[in-house]
């Protein structure tokens, strides 16, 4: 490609459409008014973990777009990290996150939130969430780039459920808690830089204004952009998109982490396969059966996941196979029946039997460790709004984010959150009622789309273009299609959640992309092989994004 070629092309792709402020126009005097103190959106880990926390003094509502417990966090898998077993010790912990993190992770952070993990773990246990124990004593076990056994589990490979189930409970017995389910919050609802609540839909309510002196974001990831992710289908990154419009900052947004393992069978959907599955021996083979790990890393089937997933990838070109195999029939089968029975049922259902088939694996994308930059408090650059969770970047993660970090994440930045939040109440601006009143202008609400067709095709482009390995021309190639969409594509008004999530999935995307292509290095889950080496002198930072025009 000549320089002309590509300098006439980010011309083109710099043209981009920011998208409106709002998704959809709503007139504060024929919608539907909802008051609360505090306004959790998302109800995982986080989220319930902040309307808990919140509700100690205040009323909280918690909207959630579809049943209270659809959440990544239901489907986590491997565990909880936590120093609670002998031996282990915050600062073996605190290293092992800020080695994994490459030189991003925000010291501090790791500190206070590895230091409170024991505790929030154990107020969990006392609310009745039941780990996996052995002579009543909590099992651990270990992911990659753990140098010690200290992750808990629960029903084996259930550990989300369990943690959702049990804070879900705890919410739904709190008389300060109201529960909205399959309520799908449009956008925040902003005035002067600070937010009161935010718009959402309900299909058989309509929309409403949900007006609150705090508001906590707590909508998870964006796995859905990628054709190929371990995520559920509501992880469409609304609350990243929303956080943008309303004029937050985000950071990190080109740290998208792939898990090494997932199900790999036509037409399954990508099953996790758990990376515990290696914590307890499990081995990677390519197609010819050969272990490849250990010419990779010395922590070999362990090293942390970039590498795993990277190394795959190469096995998968060199043996020209689309996936390879994780193999565990050397383990008792009774152990990995009773260690791993969702896996052995999910599996089972295509015909293989664990303790004696080897299992298909691939990548998928699994977690956003970008997201809405938040402090120490989970306050983000907005007055009134918080995030916690996943949609966050606390900065805990750095460039790469340990297994079973997230749950821990989430317990503690969600408590964070609930309680500054409260705390913070007295002294929140009242929204004047009614204003505001915002009608689009432009927007067409006639369409000729096939929503179906450019989803599809969004979420291929992003596997194909910015997925585990990246490059300039690749990116370029995504932004400027993107753009494309964009362009006829965001100043639609649509009246449900379908279309709102794919002009969602197309500015997150498009945020992805930009910091991918910004950033001229390899660090941590990001890899551009025109620029393989870590770059301490020039990109030992965080890149930021926001909103040109408010
Ligand atoms: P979520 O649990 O995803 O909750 C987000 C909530 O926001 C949902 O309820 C959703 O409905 C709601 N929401 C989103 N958009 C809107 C909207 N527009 N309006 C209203 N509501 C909305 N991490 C670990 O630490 N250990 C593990 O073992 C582990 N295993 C995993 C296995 C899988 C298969 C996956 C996908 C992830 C795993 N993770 C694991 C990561 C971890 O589960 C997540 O990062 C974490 O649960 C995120 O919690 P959260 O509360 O931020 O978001
Ligand atoms: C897993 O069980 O492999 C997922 C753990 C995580 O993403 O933290």
Not at 13 to 24: A, G, M, N, W
Not at 60 to 68: A, F, G, M, P, Q
Request: with cysteine; aromatic share 8%; hydrophobic share 40%.
């Amino acid at each position: 490609m000549t320089n002309k070629f590509i300098k006439d092309r980010i011309r083109f792709v710099k043209k981009q459409t920011e998208p409106k402020r709002y998704l959809s126009s709503f007139d504060s005097r024929t919608t539907a008014h909802v008051f609360t103190d505090v306004l959790v959106i998302g109800s995982g880990v986080a989220g319930l973990s902040a309307a808990i926390q919140a509700a100690k003094h205040h009323a909280v509502l918690v909207t959630t777009k579809e049943r209270v417990d659809e959440n990544n966090t239901a489907y986590a898998q491997g565990g909880v990290a936590v120093v609670l077993s002998a031996g282990d010790t915050a600062s073996k912990h605190i290293k092992d996150t800020l080695d994994a993190g490459q030189g991003l992770c925000d010291a501090a952070i790791v500190k206070a939130f590895v230091h409170e993990g024991p505790k929030r773990v154990n107020e969990l246990i006392r609310w009745g969430a039941s780990f996996d124990k052995e002579d009543d004593q909590l099992i651990f076990t270990q992911e990659g780039g753990h140098h010690f056994p200290r992750i808990i589990h629960a029903q084996g490979d259930s550990t989300g459920k369990e943690i959702e189930h049990t804070l879900v409970k705890v919410a739904k017995e709190n008389k300060n808690i109201k529960i909205f389910e399959h309520t799908f919050v449009i956008d925040l609802i902003t005035e002067d830089g600070v937010c009161h609540g935010a718009i959402a839909w309900h299909a058989k309510k309509g929309k409403m204004l949900i007006w609150a002196k705090q508001t906590i974001l707590a909508t998870g990831g964006c796995g859905q952009v990628y054709r190929e992710t371990t995520n559920p289908d509501v992880a469409t990154g609304d609350g990243l998109a929303m956080a943008y419009r309303a004029g937050a900052t985000l950071q990190d947004m080109e740290f998208v982490q792939f898990h090494p393992t997932t199900l790999y069978i036509a037409g399954a959907v990508r099953f996790l396969i758990t990376e515990t599955v290696r914590g307890e021996g499990g081995i990677l083979r390519n197609k010819r059966g050969d272990r490849f790990m250990p010419k990779y890393h010395p922590q070999a089937e362990l090293a942390p996941r970039d590498v795993v997933s990277q190394s795959i990838l190469k096995e998968m070109q060199k043996t020209d196979h689309t996936y390879v195999y994780i193999d565990i029939r050397h383990i008792p089968k009774e152990r990995l029946y009773a260690r791993f029975p969702k896996i052995r049922e999910i599996c089972a259902s295509f015909g293989i039997d664990i303790a004696k088939d080897l299992i298909p694996v691939r990548p998928s994308a699994h977690y956003m460790i970008g997201g809405v930059k938040v402090n120490r408090f989970s306050r983000t650059t907005i007055r009134q709004l918080y995030a916690c969770g996943e949609v966050a970047c606390t900065g805990m993660h750095g460039a790469n984010r340990l297994g079973s970090n997230s749950l821990l994440e989430g317990l503690v930045a969600g408590t964070i959150a609930g309680a500054d939040a409260s705390k913070s109440i007295e002294r929140a601006k009242r929204q004047l009622f009614p204003s505001p009143t915002q009608e689009l202008t432009g927007g067409s609400k006639i369409s000729w789309l096939d929503l179906n067709d450019i989803g599809n095709s969004l979420k291929s482009l992003m596997w194909r273009d910015a997925g585990i390995e990246r490059d300039e021309k690749h990116l370029l190639e995504a932004e400027e299609m993107i753009e494309m969409w964009c362009s006829y594509v965001l100043d639609k008004e649509f009246a449900n959640p379908v279309g709102w999530e794919l002009q969602n999935m197309l500015l997150v995307s498009r945020l992805i992309v930009v910091s991918a292509r910004n950033r001229k290095e390899s660090r941590g889950v990001h890899h551009r092989s025109d620029y393989p080496k870590t770059d301490n002198i020039r990109w030992k930072k965080h890149v930021t994004i926001k909103r040109t025009k408010s």
